[in-house]
Nanobody
Framework: QVQLVESGGGSVQAGRSLRLSCAAS????????MAWFRQAAGKEREGVAT????????DYAHSVEGRFTISQDNAANTVFLQMNSLKPEDTAIYYC?????????????????WGQGTQVTVSS
């Protein structure tokens, strides 16, 4: 089992930055990818960014590319999402996810473990 705990959400004005953290614990040895998803009110959950744990390569949704950066601290078993130039359309609950056999990073069903979510609200 893997436990994921997110932190760092909040309310900011458009153009500002936030950094989300996801601390992983438990049996993390065989995790091959960790990701951030988000779900806005009335919308489906969507993939935001992922980091492949073996080589630390990353993938991003087109809507956040160039503004968000995903990174990991292996020693601390923590994944970060640095969000810059935030827009009102970034408002959502952000979830951390981890999987042992992820192939399509943007597909929520590829991930086995999920955090409880953290709210990000961006006002114009």
């Amino acid at each position: 089992q893997v436990q994921l705990v997110e932190s760092g959400g909040g309310s900011v004005q458009a153009g500002r930055s936030l950094r989300l953290s996801c601390a992983a614990s438990g049996d993390t040895y065989h995790i091959n990818a960790m990701a951030w998803f988000r779900q806005a009110a009335g919308k489906e959950r969507e993939g935001v960014a992922t980091i492949w744990t073996l080589d630390e390569s990353t993938d991003y949704a087109h809507s956040v590319e160039g503004r968000f950066t995903i990174s990991q601290d292996n020693a601390a078993n923590t994944v970060f999402l640095q969000m810059n130039s935030l827009k009102p359309e970034d408002t959502a609950i952000y979830y951390c996810a981890a999987g042992r056999a992820v192939s399509s990073w943007w597909v929520a069903n590829d991930y086995t473990y999920w955090g409880q979510g953290t709210q990000v609200t961006v006002s114009s």
